[in-house]
């Protein structure tokens, strides 16, 4: 990809469309109006908070990012989204019980003017959960334009001057990649026939890219992850990213599989069970929608870890991930991990994480962060998939035939690194040879 010759401004409004007003996506808008109205702090946002350090270490450049590159304001976001159920985002974040009633309080009048428009919804794919609150169509093309009308309402209604769409519905059942994924034409008379690898999340992606708007897929869903989509997104010079928001438990392992392999340690087996009491782990109870996440959590010890590189450290690595629907535990999961790691001689050693985490406060900062930074890619012309944007992602999105990059600290180097490429800065290499010359 060609660097960008020049970035477009964040003039205007930009609009948020998420298809989805559950427990993520409330929690990021109640979050951002909290920090708008200077009530509390956008901890865990890089856009927000982070810094980029520029030229040498003795330059002493180190601006932050959102002064560095052109983001939209905190105050010029605007939303909407789409819900099977009817309820306003306040009803919703009550409901999901991430926030406490107080912080919610303090937003509720913003929060209740958000409302759900009807969703593409189908049953096959999320089996535990049903609604009022859903579209109707011949087809499911039908139910695709029916986005199409709603994307360019808002466009109207909200007077935004770009959009970005997150999906943040819940996890649909496992569909593996199919024929009619392949090219733009085969997915349009997949969805005039109704063909049952057509997933809702891909009726969302497709209205979005073809309405020329941005997409990213917090779900482990194929969704925008598929050759037909991609394709679109390369048309119409739509900038695209998934997928499945890496929080809790997989953000761990992308922390510490690195270290152990830096450091040459061997691994034995690593056991990770979950105990999550929120929609999202009630619909995870089907083994359709569980096999799509696991698929998605399950991959990222092997690439970390490279086990055919390293065959007597990893080649004999037991990785299983659990995952228990547990209502009493609400949105505040509790993950544990059992890692069996081994060391010089191969003596073995007990590594025991438990992450009392809360899914929606890490997810909610990740949200917010895409979305500005999806704007981004999209005024500086840089389409189809954002691979510097795998920081974020469970199962990052590549170009064909390319291994994702799961390694916090390299996603973190090079989202850092396009930022400054964009802007004609140095890439910073680490090397640092010239400070002893
Ligand atoms: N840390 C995290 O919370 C985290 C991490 C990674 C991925 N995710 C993914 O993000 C998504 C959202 O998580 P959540 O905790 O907010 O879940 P949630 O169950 O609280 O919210 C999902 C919402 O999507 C709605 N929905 C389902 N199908 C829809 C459709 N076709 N159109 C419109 N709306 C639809 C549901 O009614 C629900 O309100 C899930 O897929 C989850 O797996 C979350």
């Not at 298809?19 to 996506?25: C, E, F, N, Y």
């Not at 450290?313 to 790691?341: A, Q, S």
Request: with cysteine.
């Amino acid at each position: 990809m060609e660097k960008p010759s020049k970035i477009g401004p964040a003039k205007g409004k930009l609009g948020v469309l998420l298809p989805g007003l559950g427990a993520v996506s409330t929690t990021f808008m109640a979050g951002v109006e909290l920090v708008r109205k200077g009530k509390s702090q956008p901890v865990g946002s890089l856009t927000q908070i982070g810094t980029i350090r520029l030229g040498k270490r003795t330059d002493a450049r180190s601006p932050l990012i959102k002064k560095f590159v052109p983001l939209a304001k905190l105050t010029d976001l605007t939303f909407g989204g789409w819900d099977i159920f009817k309820d306003n985002a306040y009803q919703s974040a009550a409901n999901a019980g991430v926030l406490n009633p107080q912080d919610l309080e303090k937003v509720k009048p913003f929060l209740s003017t958000i409302k759900p428009m009807k969703a593409a919804f189908d049953h096959d794919f999320v089996k535990l959960i049903d609604g009022p609150n859903i579209k109707k169509g011949k087809n499911k093309y039908e139910l695709a334009l029916q986005i199409k009308d709603d994307i360019e309402n808002f466009r109207k209604t909200s007077r935004a001057s770009r959009l970005v769409t997150c999906w943040c519905g819940s996890t649909e059942s496992f569909v593996k990649p199919e024929e009619v994924h392949s090219t733009p034409e085969k997915f349009i008379e997949a969805m005039k026939s109704n063909h049952p690898a057509i997933a809702p999340s891909m009726l969302y992606a497709w209205a979005s890219v073809t309405s020329g708007v941005p997409f990213a897929n917090g779900a482990p869903n194929l969704t925008v992850d598929i050759p037909a989509i991609q394709k679109l997104a390369h048309d119409h010079n739509v900038a695209i990213c998934g997928k499945d928001f890496k929080t809790g438990q997989t953000l761990m392992k992308t922390i510490l599989a690195p270290g152990f392999k830096a450091r040459m340690l061997g691994l034995e087996g690593w056991f990770s069970t979950n105990i999550l009491g929120n929609r999202d782990g009630e619909v995870l109870e089907d083994p359709g929608s569980f096999k799509t996440k696991e698929e998605s959590k399950l991959s990222v010890l092997e690439y970390i870890l490279q086990p055919d590189l390293y065959p007597q450290l990893y080649g004999k690595m037991c990785h299983k991930v659990r995952i228990n629907y547990y209502p009493p535990r609400g949105d505040n999961k509790e993950g544990w991990d059992n890692i069996d790691i081994f060391g010089w001689l191969g003596y073995p050693m007990q590594i025991k994480v438990d992450f009392l985490c809360r899914d929606s406060i890490l997810a909610a900062p990740i949200v917010l962060d895409l979305v500005l930074f999806l704007d981004l890619a999209q005024r500086a012309g840089m389409r189809g998939i954002q691979e510097w944007l795998s920081f974020y992602f469970k199962s990052p999105m590549t170009a064909p035939g390319l291994y994702p990059e799961h390694d916090l600290f390299i996603q973190s180097m090079k989202l850092k690194n396009t930022l400054r490429w964009m802007k004609g800065e140095d890439l910073i290499t680490h090397l640092g040879q010239e400070y002893y010359d």
